[in-house]
């Protein structure tokens, strides 16, 4: 099974204009690491964090994505924020790796809105894994070696505007639009992404505040969709909610799913999620998982504001 699949994607990447890779990372957890989506995030948290992540797409199909992240954001001196993110994404015989750096500059506007203007530098590199497959014409020369693509540099910019409850985003992850491959057949393309983004905190009582917020992202080849999520604290000790994914297609619905997130201690945070695909996946598969483990520590430099808690 995991050497049909692997040959029906590359077949796909080679002949399908409606074919499409990831490029940029993305989870259900972005909401926990905001910075994959926006530069324009390096810093305004008001703790630094550093953590990892792993996503596990239809469990039970060989072959299928999968993401693996580890990354820092930091506040500096000098209305400065830093993040370093590394980002290794599969799918069948592509292997691509990501190492992005973000710096974000943060200006009071108001009494009580804060601007961030963020930029972002990556490198990245593709891995197509051709001789694991398992080839019918032994004879192929294109299936007798495996390809790579060398380093890619590319960048990135964002915005944020935030008060005490409210933000919104805008950001352009990756700048330059990138071939892989000669010009007879093109292996990938590293497209642009728009991503938009925005929500509200509600303090529902003493203990319980509401965070629903709505991520908007399209490509110049994938459809566009919007995430949408409701999460639930109780005390900045738990975290609960749930989450739809929409692709505005003829399905309409991507998925469905829900989160959960435990401050084990002062400075330990786990997140896990689950995800249904409500499209013709789950013909083959009724499962995505999801877990994080984040560390945070007490920044040098305080925003006098408390920061939205979940994109910030």
């Known amino acids: 099974m995991k050497k ?12 399908g204009e409606k074919a499409f890779a990831q ?17 324009a995030q390096a810093g305004v948290r008001d703790k630094n964090q550093g953590g990892i992540l792993g996503r596990y ?10 993401t693996h992240t580890a990354f820092f954001n ?11 993110g590394m980002y290794q994404d599969n799918i069948g015989p592509v292997r691509d790796f990501t190492l992005q750096t973000d710096l974000a500059y943060h200006a009071q506007i108001s009494e009580k809105w804060y601007l961030s203007g963020g930029l972002r530098l990556l490198t990245s590199s593709i891995h197509v894994n051709l001789l694991e497959l398992e080839n019918v014409d032994h004879n192929d020369p294109f299936f007798n070696q495996n390809l790579s693509s060398g380093l890619h540099f590319n960048v990135g910019a964002g915005l944020l505007a935030f008060s005490e409850n409210t933000f919104f985003g805008l950001s352009l992850p990756k ?4 071939g892989f491959g000669d010009k007879n057949r093109e292996v990938n393309t590293v497209s642009r992404h728009l991503f938009v983004y925005g929500g509200h905190t509600f303090d529902l009582s003493e203990n319980f ?18 995430d949408l999520n409701a999460v639930f604290g109780y005390k900045e000790i738990f975290d609960f909610g749930p989450m739809m994914r929409s692709n505005f297609t003829e399905s309409w619905m991507d998925a469905v799913g829900f989160l959960v997130g435990l401050h084990i201690s002062e400075n330990w945070y ?6 249904y695909p409500t ?3 789950n013909l083959a598969t009724r499962q995505t998982h999801e877990v994080s483990l984040r560390y945070l520590w007490g920044a040098k430099r305080k925003i006098h504001i408390r920061s939205p808690r979940y994109f910030l």
Do not use: C, H
């Not at 049909?4 to 002949?15: H, N």
């Not at 490029?23 to 530069?39: A, E, H, L, R, T």
């Not at 797409?57 to 994505?65: E, K, N, R, S, Y």
């Open 209 to 226: 505040v509401l965070t629903p917020s709505a991520l908007f992202k399209t490509s110049e080849r994938a459809p566009s969709q919007i």
């Open 270 to 275: 786990f997140g896990y999620m689950f995800e």
């Open 175 to 178: 700048a330059q639009r990138k």
């Open 57 to 66: 797409q239809w469990v039970g199909v060989d072959g299928a994505p999968t």
């Open 4 to 15: 049909i699949f692997g040959i029906l994607l590359l077949l796909a990447l080679l002949l």
């Open 74 to 84: 930091l506040r500096l001196p000098a209305n400065l924020g830093l993040a370093v």
């Open 23 to 39: 490029q940029v990372p993305m989870y259900g957890q972005y909401i926990f690491n905001n910075s994959v989506i926006n530069p």
């Open 279 to 281: 499209n013709d996946m």
